[in-house]
Every structure is written in C-alpha cells, then in structure tokens.
C-alpha cells in the first residue's frame, strides 16, 4: 500500500509517446519525471503520475488485442477556471470530446491525448 507521500500511477497506452509528453506537458502542467521514448516516458503533475508507453514498451504489449483501444476511463484534473481552461485549449487546436456538464458537484469537460484517451478538466462546485 502507498502512503500519502507517494504518487499513484495511471498507465495510458499512446500511439506516439513523443506527442503525448508534448501534449501533457505543453497544455496540462505535468513536467517530465522519466524519458525513454519512444518506447515509454512517464510525466508528473502534483501526486500523479502518468506512465505513457508506446507500442513497443512492456506495458503496452502485455494489453490484449481486443483491449487495445482507449478506454472510457480518464484522469481527473481539477482546475480552477474551466471556461478559461477550455478556451485556452481550443485556441491550442485541442480536440474536445463533449460539452461543458453541470451536476451537484460542478462541471466538466472531456478533453482527447493524441492517442485518443480522456482527460477529465473539472472545476468543483463553489461551497457555501
């Protein structure tokens, strides 16, 4: 088990491991931690740590066929202005896969890596 001063890890499997540190790096905040593209490198923003493997590292080989795709699961980032966020990242020419959603706990968007997989920009609900 970890304790509170570790990271926890998330692996996405990309096709591109180059433009995936690009892109986490570039418009998500995580800075590089380790780099061995391209068959892997993995980045890091605050307690998590993104493990990106190409095709020819180990954690993307041991994915079976039918799996190979991007999941529906995604990272969840909070931020604290999702408007400016998105309209900082559209003008980036970044690839949104929904609208801005509301519930009881605040809103979201999801945004695409460029292998596909989800990033989840969400801004908590004010507390009263």
Known sequence: MTTADQVASVRYIVDD???AVDFYTTHLGFTVNFDAAPAFADVIRGPLRL???GP???GARATPAEDAGAGRNRIHLIVDDLDAEVARLREAGLPFRSDVVTGPGGRQILLADPA???VELFQPAPTR
Do not use: D, M
């Open 56 to 58: 020819t590292s180990s």
């Open 116 to 118: 596909g997989n989800l």
């Open 51 to 53: 493990l990106l493997s």
């Open 17 to 19: 491991v180059r433009a």
